[in-house]
């Protein structure tokens, strides 16, 4: 799932995980219905919310293993001790909470959420406020779920986080799913090459091109010209701009992404809603 910020992805997802009732819709979930068996679904999904849920004061340790309690897990020490081991916390796993940097937290709140083995893991905003390596070391880690067969529900900021992740995705704009699909599906949905422009007069430019391309968008005065072919396409397009006396600052030909399918079907970029970058 793909949201942006203030628009209801943590309220949807904390409807889904039975902490808040919905007014209105139904839902199944692990294949219980939300409204009728709770208890059921609860027993059945892992929940890490955006702010992680970890203490400062208590250990690792003995939060995972309260956690398993709670869950009602046979052997909880022993469901604490594999999920520590699993998400490499062993060696910190006795140490107040408040001494473990930000990345060791978000692996401690998803082994919270793992420790009774759910089959279904809800992750809000994973990775928001990590570095780079963090993140990039706990992609690998919902890799590693996902390959070994837990179905996770993922909400975040990134759209390459998005593209990198998702089996498939959805965009959700003022509560309607705008987009909804693979994320190969979506790009070539819009189209299979991007060639950027910077331009005097974009607008003059856009109405230009616009007989040549599937699209033509202006983005804070970047003009962003949709084709299935860039390579063949690209010498038309810069002869109608010779053409029309259009004079090119800058131009770019790639791929399609999802930041292209996100301004596509929302007609604003991501930075305009006001999500980190």
């Not at 070391?137 to 993922?154: A, C, F, K, M, P």
Request: with cysteine; aromatic share 4%; proline share 5%.
């Amino acid at each position: 799932m793909r949201q942006i910020p203030g628009l209801g992805k943590t309220t949807t997802i904390r409807m889904l995980a039975t902490l808040i009732r919905p007014d209105a819709g139904t839902a199944t979930i692990a294949g219980h219905d939300l409204l009728k068996e709770p208890g059921a679904i609860r027993a059945a999904l892992g929940y890490v919310s955006q702010a992680g849920g970890v203490e400062e004061q208590d250990s690792p340790r003995a939060q995972v293993t309260f956690a398993a309690r709670l869950y009602g897990v046979a052997d909880p020490s022993e469901a604490a001790g594999r999920v520590l081991k699993r998400f490499d916390l062993a060696e910190i796993a006795d140490r107040p909470g408040r001494t473990l940097s930000g990345g060791q937290k978000r692996r401690v709140a998803i082994a919270l959420g793992l420790v009774h083995l759910p089959p279904l893991l809800f992750l809000d905003q994973p990775t928001t406020g990590l570095d780079p390596q963090n993140r990039a070391n706990l992609w690998d880690r919902i890799r590693e779920l996902r390959e070994q067969g837990t179905s996770v529900l993922l909400s975040t900021h990134y759209l390459e986080e998005a593209d990198a992740l998702c089996d498939r995705l959805a965009i959700v704009d003022h509560g309607v799913v705008v987009a909804e699909g693979t994320p190969a599906e979506l790009k070539r949905e819009v189209s299979g090459d991007v060639v950027t422009l910077r331009l005097d007069e974009p607008e003059r430019a856009a109405a230009a091109l616009a007989p040549l391309a599937k699209d033509a968008r202006l983005d804070e005065g970047v003009l962003r010209v949709y084709v299935d072919d860039g390579e063949h396409t690209l010498p038309a397009l810069l002869r109608e701009l010779q053409e029309q006396g259009l004079a090119i600052a800058s131009i770019a030909l790639d791929r399609a992404t999802l930041d292209d399918v996100f301004l596509a079907k929302t007609g604003r970029s991501l930075r305009d809603t006001g999500a980190a970058a």
